[in-house]
């Protein structure tokens, strides 16, 4: 994923501990890990592959660009 980062400047990564925060984790859609969550979307699996999550983050920019 940080490796990914720059490719998506726009775009903040948080990180949550859901040992130290389950309910935050809950609340934002997570139900297995690794998760990533943007906006009302998430993105979860066992295994996440670079072109994977690279799709996930593409797909946020256009709707987020749709949007504006």
């Given at each position: 994923?940080?490796?990914?980062?720059?490719?998506?400047?726009?775009?903040?990564?948080?990180?949550?501990?859901i040992?130290?925060?389950?309910?935050?984790?809950?609340?934002?859609?997570?139900r297995m890990?690794?998760?990533?969550?943007?906006?009302k979307?998430?993105?979860?699996?066992?295994?996440?592959g670079?072109?994977?999550i690279?799709?996930?983050?593409q797909?946020?920019?256009?709707?987020a660009?749709?949007?504006?």
């Open positions: 994923m940080k490796k990914l980062l720059p490719e998506f400047p726009e775009m903040t990564v948080a990180e949550v501990d040992v130290s925060h389950p309910a935050r984790a809950w609340q934002n859609g997570i890990i690794p998760a990533l969550v943007a906006g979307k998430t993105l979860s699996g066992v295994y996440l670079s072109s994977r690279r799709e996930f983050l797909d946020c920019r256009r709707e660009a749709s949007a504006a």
